[in-house]
């Protein structure tokens, strides 16, 4: 059955340093999408990056990069020179190519940047 | 192009009232959602349409109903409202079934049943 983890309810990292945010899935599907979002403390979602199965190098986007191992199931956030605007929920996400059209949705880490 | 976009922004109900909650998306976007998040958690499918005339049952269903009879619109309605429907309301859009297709998220509707 398709599932996402997310094992970190919560994270600090020091301004400026790279921080990881965890996600793992479970599919058996070849073809689906792995996505991230950030919810800041406004509420709205943001989509901030997008990896799929079939791709070979891992997406970026800024300062956004996805750590995809496909053999391993995971899709880890890395998030480089934090920010303090990027404390916020961040939610990893599968959609499978299969199926329903729907979207799976993990439990979210609550990211801290201190100064 | 102003996205999706949902009204009210808030709303406070009695119990046993009713309303709707509106969902516009100007993207020609097919598929459309709707998710409720409870405070400190992540999402949970309420009712999803793959295109006007088409709507499913996500996990949460219970309690909402959904009609999409255009592609821009996809309304949901809370019969009977109860204290456990206390949530935000997020309505989404993704222009196709393709798995590469990110989600456009509204801005939520904050609900709270008294």
């Known amino acids: 059955a398709q599932k996402i983890t997310q094992t970190q309810p919560g994270m600090f990292v020091q301004e400026k340093e790279a921080v990881t945010l965890d996600c793992t899935y479970d599919t058996s599907d070849q073809s689906y999408g792995l996505f991230w979002y950030k919810q800041p403390s406004s509420g709205e979602m943001i989509f901030l990056i997008y990896q799929g199965s079939y791709d070979e190098q891992n997406a970026t986007e800024g300062r956004y990069s996805l750590n995809f191992q496909k053999a391993r199931k995971s899709a880890n956030l890395v998030i480089s020179a934090s920010q303090l605007g990027d404390s916020a929920m961040y939610f990893c996400a599968m959609r499978e190519s299969s199926g329903t059209y729907k979207y799976i949705f993990g439990t979210g880490t609550r990211l801290k940047v201190l100064a | 192009n102003a996205g999706v976009t949902q009204t009210p922004k808030f709303r406070i109900l009695k119990i046993g009232q009713s309303m709707t909650l509106q969902c516009t998306q100007d993207?020609?976007?097919?598929?459309m959602y709707w998710y409720r998040q409870d405070p400190g958690m992540g999402l949970k499918l309420i009712y999803y349409?793959?295109?006007?005339?088409?709507?499913d049952k996500g996990e949460v269903p219970n309690g909402y109903n959904v009609s999409r009879s255009t592609t821009e619109d996809f309304p949901l309605r809370l019969e009977l409202a109860a204290p456990s429907q206390t949530s935000v309301y997020f309505c989404?859009?993704?222009?196709?079934?393709?798995?590469?297709?990110?989600?456009?998220f509204g801005p939520g509707t904050r609900l709270t049943v008294l």
């Open positions: 993207m020609n976007h097919n598929y």
């Open positions: 989404a859009s993704s222009r196709s079934g393709r798995p590469y297709n990110e989600q456009f």
């Open positions: 349409s793959v295109g006007a005339g088409i709507t």
